[in-house]
């Protein structure tokens, strides 16, 4: 209701046709998927994936794109459409390729939620995302390939330990290398 009054706003202005409008959702609701009623205990998709929907000029209507589109790619999304340059000090990337339709290698996604531990003193869950896979490191790590079993119900961690190497390897490097938990925002 609210976006549909902004439109109207934009279109009574006449700017609407020269308008990038972007929406989409902080986080996703577990609604019972995998025993999770809200979000931020546990890291599926369930609560991770998110609309990302980008409507304006030059945009065709009702594609969707494979790549992974993070948090962090909305702002050079921005800058790229304003024709601006991202700064160096600006993380993510450019989605206009997926946005308009060309292919983009995949950018994995860092997901944590450090809510489980600060709120019950369970252990905090981290999680690496790429387009075809999703490994979750906890206690006991889980390895989904999203492309066959997008619902995550099926965990193949026993079955590929070496997926599951490789990606724990990738989430530790990153996790080396980012700013300190105090400095990101915990689930």
């Not at 549909?4 to 706003?9: S, T, V």
């Not at 206009?96 to 252990?123: C, H, K, N």
């Not at 690496?128 to 889980?142: G, L, N, V």
């Not at 995550?152 to 490097?173: I, K, Q, Y």
């Amino acid at each position: 209701q609210q976006l549909g009054r902004l439109l109207r706003a934009l279109e009574e202005r006449g700017v609407l046709a020269r308008t990038l409008v972007v929406a989409m959702s902080d986080h996703g609701e577990g609604l019972g998927e995998h025993g999770e009623g809200t979000h931020g205990l546990f890291v599926y998709d369930s609560t991770l994936k998110v609309p990302f929907i980008v409507a304006g000029p030059g945009i065709g209507g009702g594609r969707v794109a494979r790549t992974v589109a993070r948090g962090i790619d909305v702002l050079p999304s921005l800058l790229d459409y304003a024709g601006l340059k991202s700064r160096p000090e600006i993380e993510g990337r450019s989605l206009r390729p997926a946005i308009e339709g060309r292919e983009m290698s995949d950018a994995p996604a860092y997901v944590e939620t450090l809510y489980p531990q600060r709120e019950f003193g369970w252990a905090p869950l981290f999680a690496w995302r790429t387009a075809q896979h999703k490994m979750i490191e906890a206690p006991r790590p889980e390895l989904y390939d999203l492309e066959k079993d997008p619902g995550e119900t099926s965990d193949l961690a026993a079955v590929h330990p070496e997926v599951v190497r490789r990606l724990t390897a990738a989430v530790l490097e990153w996790y080396r290398s980012a700013p300190s938990a105090e400095g990101r925002a915990g689930g």
